[in-house]
């Protein structure tokens, strides 16, 4: 058995003599991840792209628009072949349009290990050859990491430096979690986790929660909390509700929101209206029970907490902001366990206490071309080119795009409304894909190139607040002709001339070497290699900025333009946003249906990695994705556990399997993403998932102009019985024919 590592825990594996992998969890890990049971199809499995592949049309006519991209077979072309194709094509773009031409945001979580990192890689070859446009900001906290500095000045603070569990467990007395504590995310933090303490945590925790959700299970079923069954998206209203408690009751601190913030009276003086009665009807929540929770709240040491999700929506900046004043009229932010909290159960790392340092990772250089487009506005990119948009008190434009490069990343699993995704595609002259599987996204590509996996090769793992660092060693050897996103890279930058710059002359195994030595000189190299890893030194408790900032908000001011709490902004007031004005406000979401649903995190895998692997499977249902419903909404239209169900709505469709569950409140349903998005070309009832991807349902929306957040969270559905013929699910298999007469050269 050899060490390695993932997004979702520490492990050491071995291939069995069937060739089968087996994987024991790192014995210092009290709560090894379910995920882990999907490696499995990490290895040599149908959906693993073998060879390098090029798409016929792109083959035979050239780069250009092409809508055939996601329709057309693919040709199977030899390594050195298809890498002087690409060379001449990026040698093309980028003389003929300029760097900026190539968007090479490539956004994904890829796979653990800090020098295999896709991205990074990608990014230092780019800017090898003079450039790229880039992406800013994420799909998991885009809306708030815009938002943040403007209302308390740094977002590091508040997502990184929040009170640990620990502390947690000493001090706070009360938990109010607007979108519970989900225990599904906490198993993975990027870059790897090898001791899962979260979980334990959670159980521990012996102070009372209210969990505010549509779905009850946002919190692990040890945790005995008082479930708030909110409609989705209406959790600002409640918010500003409990505000509006506060001040009638005169339960909000006036000393601390005097002396820390500023804005404040503004935002009292919108409350005036939004009476407990009035967020009844909105949120589902009955007004005895927003009195009662309010004066819960003065009552106690009180932590309120937003998790990530609520933010991955229309006008997302506003959850963040409301709960934010909110714990500034309780007084206690800065006090141990009191005050915000942001993506507690969105990401492991969140209230974990392990050290935060610095681990090493690949340089990516300097990018020449400044352009960049906020991250979720990809489809906007590629099909609007020259126009303007908002964000964050900018007008931009978006530049001209010919060549989209994708490594460590599927927008065709993480982009909304995935139909138009498909027609922005259709718009570049090239788009290249590195991938170890055949992924929806390689399936909408030019030029696959079969990317090794993190079993297959050796590199050092480390995620944000880990305890250790893991030497990754290979498990297994490439599957197929796959190649180390690294060696691909090389290969190219030797035919572009920039080999030095790109390799410096070292062997990936020469710069694990390098980066370990540049980050410490003991215990030695080989030593921390034979070891299997090290075990970095406890961390101390966090330093938060937000208790310098209470001890003496003149002497630590945040950096907001006030150096206080920014209750209302006048530079976002100043923008001019209606969909995020200066202070928190309610916004009703835009789009209504006879059902919300929720596409949120899948338990069964991270994102849409290794859906083919067995626990990812196990989870479906008829082999589609499974779909929550409520008994209610599930006998109105006549659909049982089991049943495969459509789920549609103006943009798309999908099939999915149905399960009746009473944790969902009435009137929701419950999709996770991740189904690898498995497109029916020629459905009847208009285009089709058969998978059950719900990005075909969702708005490519942003949150507003002000982020140009993913909103993808929620989408206005309705379901039905499917009782036509079932169309068979494809995307778990390669679409390669496995007899195909392989050409050893492919004409030019
Ligand atoms: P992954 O499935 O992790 O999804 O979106 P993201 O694109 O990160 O994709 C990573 C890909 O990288 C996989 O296909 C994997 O095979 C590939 N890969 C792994 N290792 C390597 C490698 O070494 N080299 C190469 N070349 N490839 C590799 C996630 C995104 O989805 C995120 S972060 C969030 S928070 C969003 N959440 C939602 C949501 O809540 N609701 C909706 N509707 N949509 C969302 N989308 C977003």
Same mark, same amino acid.
């Given at each position: 058995m050899k060490p390695t590592t993932s997004h979702w825990g520490a492990f050491s594996a071995e291939v069995d003599a069937e060739g089968r992998l087996r994987v024991e969890p790192h014995p210092a890990d009290p709560a090894p991840s379910p995920l882990l049971g999907n490696l499995g199809a990490a290895l040599d499995h149908p959906t693993r792209v073998a060879r390098p592949a090029v798409r016929r049309g792109w083959l035979e006519n050239g780069p250009g628009p092409d809508d055939r991209r996601g329709r057309d077979e693919f040709v199977e072309v030899p390594w050195d072949d298809v890498l002087d194709r690409l060379a001449a094509e990026l040698d093309r773009v980028r003389t003929g349009h300029g760097n900026q031409a190539i968007f090479g945001g490539s956004y994904g979580w890829a796979s653990a290990g800090r020098f295999h990192h896709a991205q990074s890689q990608l990014h230092r070859f780019l800017n090898t050859i003079g450039g790229f446009t880039a992406s800013r900001n994420s799909y998991s906290n885009g809306t708030s990491s815009v938002l943040l500095p403007h209302v308390v000045g740094d977002t590091h603070a508040v997502l990184r430096q929040a009170s640990t569990w620990p502390t947690i467990a000493e001090h706070t007395e009360l938990i109010v979690a607007f979108g519970g504590v989900p225990e599904k995310n906490v198993f993975v933090t990027p870059g790897g986790v090898t001791v899962h303490g979260t979980p334990g945590h959670l159980t521990r925790f012996g102070g009372r929660v209210a969990l505010i959700s549509p779905l009850r299970d946002d919190v692990p079923s040890t945790v005995d909390a008082r479930w708030y069954p909110i409609r989705p998206a209406t959790d600002t209203a409640l918010m500003l509700a409990l505000a509006h408690t506060l001040v009638a009751e005169g339960l909000h601190d006036r000393g601390f929101l005097d002396r820390y913030c500023v804005g404040y009276p503004e935002f009292e003086r919108s409350l005036l209206d939004k009476d407990p009665e009035w967020a009844a009807g909105i949120t589902g929540i009955p007004a005895a029970d927003i009195v009662a929770l309010a004066r819960e709240m003065a009552a106690h040491r009180t932590l309120v907490t937003v998790t990530w999700s609520l933010q991955r929506t229309e006008f997302g900046e506003q959850p963040v902001w409301a709960g934010i004043a909110l714990a500034a009229m309780l007084g206690q932010i800065g006090l141990p366990g009191g005050g915000f909290g942001h993506g507690y159960g969105s990401m492991g790392d969140v209230g974990d206490t392990g050290p935060e340092l610095r681990i090493p990772h690949l340089p990516q250089g300097v990018n020449p071309v400044g352009e960049f487009i906020p991250v979720a506005r990809i489809a906007d990119l590629l099909l609007h080119p020259g126009e303007s948009y908002d964000y964050d008190g900018e007008v931009r434009r978006y530049p001209d795009t010919r060549l989209v490069y994708w490594a460590g990343g599927n927008p065709f699993h993480h982009h909304q409304d995935l139909n138009r995704l498909r027609r922005a595609f259709t718009r570049p002259d090239t788009v290249v894909v590195h991938e170890p599987h055949w992924t929806a996204t390689a399936r909408h590509a030019d030029i696959v190139l079969p990317a090794t996996t993190a079993l297959e090769r =050796? /590199?050092? @793992?480390?995620?944000?607040?880990?305890?250790?660092? #893991?030497?990754?060693?290979?498990?297994?050897? +490439?599957?197929?002709?796959?190649?180390?996103?690294?060696?691909?890279?090389?290969?190219?930058?030797?035919?572009?001339?920039?080999?030095?710059?790109?390799?410096?002359?070292?062997?990936?195994?020469?710069?694990?070497?390098?980066?370990?030595?540049?980050?410490?000189?003991?215990?030695?190299?080989? =030593?921390?290699?034979?070891?299997? @890893?090290? &075990?970095?030194?406890?961390?101390?408790?966090?330093?938060?900025?937000?208790?310098?900032? &209470?001890?003496?908000? /003149?002497?630590?001011?945040?950096?907001?333009?006030?150096?206080?709490?920014?209750?209302?902004?006048?530079? #976002?007031?100043?923008?001019?946003?209606?969909?995020?004005?200066?202070?928190?406000?309610?916004?009703?979401?835009?789009?209504? %249906?006879?059902?919300?649903?929720?596409?949120?995190?899948?338990?069964?895998?991270?994102?849409?990695?290794? $859906?083919?692997?067995?626990?990812?499977?196990? @989870?479906?249902?008829?082999?589609?994705?499974?779909?929550?419903?409520? +008994?209610? $909404?599930?006998?109105?239209? %006549?659909?049982?556990?089991?049943?495969?169900?459509?789920?549609?709505?103006?943009?798309?469709?999908?099939?999915?399997?149905?399960?009746?569950?009473?944790?969902?409140?009435? @009137?929701?349903?419950?999709? *996770?993403?991740?189904?690898?998005?498995? +497109?029916?070309? $020629?459905?009847?009832?208009? *285009?089709?998932?058969?998978?059950?991807?719900?990005?075909?349902?969702?708005? $490519?929306?942003?949150?507003?102009?002000?982020?140009?957040?993913?909103? %993808?969270?929620?989408?206005?559905?309705?379901?039905?019985?499917?009782?036509?013929?079932?169309?068979?699910?494809?995307?778990?298999?390669? *679409?390669?024919?496995?007899?195909?007469?392989?050409?050893?050269?492919? +004409?030019?």
């Open positions: =050796e /590199d050092l @793992g480390s995620g944000r607040r880990d305890t250790h660092v #893991v030497a990754m060693h290979r498990i297994a050897s +490439p599957a197929g002709e796959a190649r180390d996103d690294y060696a691909i890279f090389a290969a190219l930058a030797a035919r572009l001339g920039v080999s030095g710059a790109f390799t410096e002359g070292r062997s990936a195994r020469q710069w694990l070497e390098h980066l370990y030595r540049g980050w410490r000189s003991e215990p030695a190299f080989d =030593e921390f290699w034979a070891a299997g @890893g090290l &075990r970095l030194p406890p961390g101390r408790e966090h330093h938060t900025l937000f208790a310098d900032f &209470r001890a003496d908000p /003149d002497a630590h001011p945040l950096k907001t333009p006030s150096g206080r709490i920014e209750i209302t902004s006048a530079t #976002v007031a100043g923008f001019g946003y209606p969909d995020c004005p200066g202070h928190p406000v309610w916004l009703a979401p835009t789009e209504t %249906g006879p059902l919300r649903l929720i596409a949120n995190q899948p338990h069964t895998r991270l994102h849409s990695q290794l $859906d083919a692997g067995d626990t990812s499977r196990a @989870g479906k249902v008829a082999g589609r994705e499974r779909i929550r419903l409520n +008994p209610a $909404d599930a006998a109105a239209r %006549g659909i049982t556990t089991g049943d495969v169900v459509r789920v549609f709505n103006n943009r798309g469709a999908c099939l999915a399997g149905a399960v009746l569950d009473d944790a969902l409140r009435p @009137g929701v349903a419950q999709l *996770p993403t991740g189904a690898w998005f498995d +497109p029916v070309e $020629d459905h009847a009832g208009g *285009p089709l998932c058969a998978h059950g991807n719900p990005n075909v349902l969702t708005a $490519d929306i942003p949150s507003s102009r002000l982020s140009q957040g993913c909103a %993808g969270q929620h989408a206005a559905v309705d379901v039905e019985r499917f009782d036509g013929p079932l169309p068979e699910v494809r995307a778990l298999r390669s *679409p390669i024919p496995p007899q195909v007469d392989r050409p050893a050269t492919v +004409p030019r």
